[in-house]
Structure formats: C-alpha cells, structure tokens
C-alpha cells in the first residue's frame, strides 16, 4: 500500500537514532520490527512511501509507532531562538521520530547497551534473534527481539543473553531471561511503566535495571 508521510520523516536518521537496532535497509525497502509485527518501508515520490502492510495495520499500529499524530515542526519551533545549543540540535534531529517501541525490546536492548555502542548492540540483538537463540526464527518468523528459554539455552551453552559477550554480569543475563520466560516481567511485553507504577515494580526487580528504565 502506498502511504504519505509529510515532512519530519528521514528512514536513515531514524536507523541511526539508537532507538531499535533490528531496523535495517533492503531491497525490499527499510525493514521495523516491532514485537511480532514486520514492515517494509520503501521510498517513492516525496513524501510517499510503499509500506508492506495492509491499511488496516497501517493505521492501528504503524502510525502510532512512528508518533505520526504529533507536529515535530511545531515543537521545534517552540524551541527559544537564543538557544544556540537547543536550536543547534533540534535542526540536526530533524526527521527523527521518536518509536513507539515494545516495551519487552526496550528492556532488553536497555541491558545489553549499557556495555555497547550502537553497531555492537545492533550485532548483539541480530545474533540473539538467530535461529539457534530464537524459536520464532526457528519456525521462519521475524520478531523484534527475544530471550531465548529453549532446551540449549538451559544447559549453559551459551545460546542466551550471556553467550552475546555482551560484556555484562551473569546475574543480568540470567535475570532477565528468567525474569521475561517466567512471568516477572510478562506485563512489560503489553503495559507502559511510565503509566503504570506496578508494572513499573515488576521491571526494577530484574537485574541491570533502574527507575531510568
């Protein structure tokens, strides 16, 4: 389906915004994941895009994923014209749209990026989504980005969180692996903790996370 995004819309500076790391560019277009949710964003025409979902899915959950019901160019208008820094960078982040993400990729890539820059997370999360990790992908589906509680997983052999040499303690790996496959951070998969104080609850118990989270 065709749809048409007016302005405030750059797919590279989005990719490079450090929001999700499994967005990336292909033939098919830019690929978002989103929890089970898969889209191809290919650019026509000036503001037009070719997006691989229906209209339906479109306006239930692309368009709010992008933010696109909010006017950036008007909030950096509002910016004030004697700061040169603020201004500074409200031009550079022009064309960023802030993601919608899932809450479960949120906290996962949370943990994994406090020892990693933004490629090395972005290796970090495509190994974790590989078949070997990732029963989605096992069966040939897409998913964000998941922690792995298969048969492999719980022998030690390094096929979870802690086999990414993500540089992080072990009880952050095990927490939050244990933590999302038993339920104690099952809210966070569906919930805002920002809105919500005892989803907020169940997510600072794990390992690795605070209330920045």
Known sequence: MTVTIPGDFDLQKIAASGQAFRIAQTPQGWRFLAGDKLLYLQPGSGDTYTASCTPEEWQGFWYRYFDLNRNYAAIRAA?????????????????????????????????????????????????????????????????????????GARRGRGAGI?????????????????????????????????RCPLLGRKVVVLHGQGLDV
């Not at 990026?113 to 989605?136: D, F, G, W």
């Not at 952050?172 to 920002?194: E, H, I």
């Open 79 to 151: 910016v004030p014209k004697q700061d040169a820094y603020l201004c500074a960078a409200a031009r550079a982040g022009a064309g960023i749209r802030i993601l919608r993400q899932d809450a479960w990729e949120m906290l996962v890539t949370f943990i994994i990026s406090q020892r990693k820059n933004i490629p090395a997370i972005q290796a970090c999360v495509e190994t974790l989504c590989s078949p070997v990790r990732c029963a989605a992908a096992a069966a040939g589906r897409e998913c964000a980005v998941c922690v792995p509680n298969g048969a």
């Open 162 to 194: 802690a086999g990414l040499r993500a540089g992080l303690p072990r009880p952050v790996c095990s927490g939050c692996r244990s933590g999302g496959c038993s339920g104690n951070a099952g809210p966070c998969r569906a919930g805002n903790p920002a």
